[in-house]
T-cell receptor, first 114, second 115 residues
């Protein structure tokens, strides 16, 4: 158990809908990262927050947004969902930021868009 | 941009065999970091090791060992005397100092260890 929690574990929704995925980092970690894992794209970095501020952006679609709250938990919002958004979404956390930082991953949220 | 290639999509071995998972990377940065993560059937990614570009010493941790060779841009992972519990998908990842927080993962290698 990495200490990173994600809810919900599974989410099934329809195209065009909007969902929110939630992540609580390990105690004391200031950085939160979001990743998408799909069969065709593999594991892709989406976005990172550090102590409430956006720090880095990867291959995140404009329909997706995220934020980190004062208590350091983070939410990933996915809107106008498409079939191709079906994937496993991981949150990771780390105590600091930077390229050398190892990240600790949560169990993931499996999103199915029908 | 950085890139990680794990050419072996799937590997199957019998318990107690040694197995090496290959990882080849591309980067223009002189300062970078390499990682290995394990994704067991439960789905959660587990951090195994981090290596920086200035440290080419090989590392051994129990049955696990890593061979980092800058000359061939490779960071291979060997499991000695494999066990059924080693069955998982293993990911190699690269992070460049210049790109700070954009960690690039390889496609992963699915290892199946049969009893």
């Amino acid at each position: 158990d990495s200490g990173v929690t994600q809810t919900p574990k599974h989410l099934i929704t329809a195209t065009g809908q909007r969902v929110t995925l939630r992540c609580s980092p390990r105690s004391g970690d200031l950085s939160v990262y979001w990743y998408q894992q799909s069969l065709d794209q593999g594991l892709q970095f989406l976005i990172q927050y550090y102590n409430g501020e956006e720090r880095a952006k990867g291959n995140i679609l404009e329909r997706f947004s995220a934020q980190q709250f004062p208590d350091l938990h983070s939410e990933l919002n996915l809107s106008s969902l498409e079939l191709g958004d079906s994937a496993l979404y991981f949150c990771a956390s780390s105590s600091r930021t930077g390229a050398s930082t190892e990240q600790f991953f949560g169990p993931g949220t499996r999103l199915t868009v029908l | 941009a950085q890139k990680v290639t794990q050419a072996q999509t799937e590997i199957s071995v019998v318990e107690k065999e040694d197995v090496t998972l290959d990882c080849v990377y591309e980067t223009r940065d002189t300062t970078y970091y390499l990682f290995w993560y394990k994704q067991p059937p439960s789905g959660e990614l587990v951090f195994l090791i981090r290596r920086n570009s200035f440290d080419e010493q090989n590392e051994i941790s129990g049955r696990y060992s890593w061979n980092f060779q800058k000359s061939t841009s490779s960071f291979n992972f060997t499991i000695t005397a494999s066990q059924v519990v080693d069955s998982a998908v293993y990911f190699c990842a690269l992070s460049e100092a210049a790109n700070n927080n954009d960690m690039r993962f390889g496609a992963g290698t699915r290892l199946t260890v049969k009893p």
